[in-house]
């Protein structure tokens, strides 16, 4: 009976065509609904019954577990708290694998990390960098800006070799000249808020912090916050976009450099 009533018919014709494009929208946004989940529910259960931030049941999990001094034992202790414990936006396995590619390619002296968090990718870096390197990670938020501090001198690190700086992204570059001292940057990483990089990139240029031959290595910079970003460094010609892979853009700056074809990377 229902199969002859025009309405119904009409309904389900609308939802059946409607479903290729569900399936994209879930495919598209699949990790802000993971975000979502973990963030909003779980997260918060959780913060209720242990009266700890995620981020400080991660600090007292790698503490007590890892082997202090030892940067891998660190790190592999976050990525055991992140398969068997709670979802963490950190840099692991494929991505944090290109990560370090990069980096010994570069051999940076001179490191910028933009978004800490709990410090996974600057000590990914920082157990890269050569003698003398020094890595400035960046985190506005002062109670993330102490986890990391104290997970980068559990992985055995020395203040000489790092700084995290507690302030806006803004502020941070604007004194890393005056303040900090740094010529340019030979490597940095943007895992901030995607809408936040052109500004940042332009920022940085602006402040002569990039100079030809820095690679900036962009985390999600497919996504849609990010399309204005990678509009603009595909365009313009002191940028190279190098290497593509799992979401992450590697780009080097030329200045007035020459472009070359680009090449794909591994991924
Ligand atoms: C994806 S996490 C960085 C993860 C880190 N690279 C790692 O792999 O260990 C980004 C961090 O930057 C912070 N962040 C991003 N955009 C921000 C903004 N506009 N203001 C304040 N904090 C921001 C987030 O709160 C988060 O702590």
């Not at 049941?57 to 976050?78: A, E, M």
């Not at 990390?113 to 996974?120: P, V």
């Amino acid at each position: 009976l229902l199969s002859h009533c025009p309405a119904v018919m009409w309904v389900s014709t609308i939802a059946v065509s409607l479903l290729p494009l569900c399936a994209a929208l879930l495919l598209w946004y699949r990790d802000a609904l993971v975000r979502f989940y973990w963030d909003a529910i779980l997260g918060k259960v959780r913060n209720y019954l242990t009266g700890r931030s995620r981020e400080e049941r991660l600090h007292k999990y790698v503490l007590i577990n890892s082997r202090h001094g030892q940067p891998d034992s660190v790190l592999q202790t976050f990525e055991h708290w992140v398969a068997e414990w709670e979802f963490l936006h950190i840099f692991t396995e494929k991505k944090g694998q290109f990560l370090d590619s990069v980096v010994q390619r570069v051999c940076p002296s001179t490191v910028l990390d933009l978004g800490t968090y709990c410090g996974y990718s600057a000590i990914r870096i920082l157990r890269l960098l050569p003698p003398g390197g020094r890595l400035y990670s960046v985190i506005p938020d002062p109670s993330l800006a102490g986890i990391a501090e104290e997970m980068i001198l559990v992985a055995g690190f020395q203040p000489a070799q790092f700084q995290v700086i507690t302030s806006s992204f803004d502020e941070a570059i604007t004194r890393f000249k005056s303040y900090y001292k740094v010529k340019t940057f030979d490597f940095i990483l943007m895992d901030q808020s995607e809408g936040r990089y052109l500004q940042d990139l332009q920022a940085l240029k602006k402040a002569g912090l990039i100079a030809p031959g820095t690679v900036i290595l962009a985390n999600h910079s497919s996504g849609l916050a990010a399309r204005e970003f990678l509009c603009e460094v595909r365009q313009d010609l002191q940028y190279q976009v190098r290497y593509k892979s799992d979401g992450l853009q590697e780009i080097e700056y030329l200045g007035n450099g020459i472009r070359v074809v680009s090449r794909r990377g591994p991924g």
